[in-house]
């Protein structure tokens, strides 16, 4: 009956922290692939730049002439989540810049995604100040 049990043992403050500090890199891990690789972000992709195999689930496809484009991106802007991902020729670049300003969002690009999958990019409201 006297055996030693980890549960037995008083946990040492050294050891607390140890173990949150892996559970927590445990979470982070797959929240940093997830940013890497794009997935579950919605995707906005130029019709020039689209995939032949088609399009992941929540992408706005821009196709047809430019205030077409940028009210579709206007739109999707204003519906997505914080995390996109972008692959848009020149013109669709400079088009989300102006659709930005009309959602009254900021749009931060990131890095490249591996293989060619576009641009991560973070959306950011903008707050308004009044006095």
Avoid: C, Y
């Amino acid at each position: 009956m006297g055996e030693d049990t980890v549960l037995s043992r008083p946990i040492s403050r050294r050891h607390f922290i140890a173990s949150t500090s892996l559970v927590a890199a445990a979470g982070a891990v797959p929240a940093a692939h997830l940013w890497q690789s794009g997935g579950g972000a919605a995707h906005f992709v130029s019709a020039e730049l689209a995939p032949k195999t088609g399009l992941p689930a929540r992408a706005v496809l821009l196709d047809g002439p430019r205030i077409e484009r940028l009210q579709a991106m206007a739109e999707g802007l204003r519906k997505a989540a914080a995390n996109i991902v972008l692959r848009l020729d020149g013109t669709d670049d400079h088009l989300l810049d102006i659709a930005a300003q009309m959602a009254r969002v900021t749009v931060k690009r990131g890095a490249v995604l591996p293989g060619g999958k576009g641009i991560s990019a973070r959306i950011i409201p903008q707050e308004r100040k009044f006095a």
